[in-house]
């Protein structure tokens, strides 16, 4: 039974990398090389960006990035040595990981993954993660996921909804 559900699990898994062009090349980039992973995962994000910014409208960046940005900083998700500039990449990567998985479900089987990454790239700081600290990260990343993935139903969507109002309405700048 184990061995069947194991074999299961390999094709889920299999199937979100295959509908997430952005994820492989996150998990599966050659970290030696970090300017041709990086250069990789910006023409990755590219269309996303475009995608979020016909859906969110011009000023997603800041009425979506930034106070997420700001709810992880508080929660002291991210290593403290890592730049604004690197935070906010990461939120990007992971919301549009999520956006092109589509799925909820789908999300919560590659959290491990994505948080084992995050440490790899030095986005949290692996060695300080505790019992209570480990499960706030994976509450961050399937949070950001699950984002991603509410930003996809909205595709298509030509009334904007209540949520949407209420950011535009802060006037972030």
């Known amino acids: ?13 299999e199937a979100i990398f295959s509908s997430s062009p952005l994820l492989t090349t996150f998990i599966n980039g050659d970290l030696r090389d970090l300017d041709t992973w990086q250069r990789n995962m910006q ?14 409208g011009p000023r997603w960046q800041q009425t979506t990035i930034i106070p997420l940005l700001i709810t992880l900083a ?29 799925d909820i479900e789908a999300c919560r089987e590659i959290v491990k993954e994505l948080c084992v ?31 991603g993935v509410y930003i996809r139903q909205l595709q298509g969507n030509d009334t904007p909804d209540s949520f949407m109002d209420f950011i535009d309405g802060l006037d972030i700048q």
């Open 1 to 13: 039974m184990l061995p069947n559900s194991d074999v299961e699990h390999d094709k889920r898994i």
């Open 43 to 56: 023409s990755r994000m590219e269309p996303i960006r475009e995608s979020f910014e016909e859906i969110l």
């Open 74 to 102: 508080s929660m002291k998700i991210f290593d403290q040595s890592l730049s604004f500039e690197m935070q906010h990449g990461i939120i990007n990567i992971v919301l549009g990981i999520g956006f092109q998985v589509g």
């Open 117 to 147: 990454r995050l440490g790899e790239v030095n986005a949290i700081d692996l060695k300080f993660i505790n019992k209570f600290s480990a499960g706030k990260v994976v509450d961050a990343v399937t949070g950001l996921l699950g984002s």
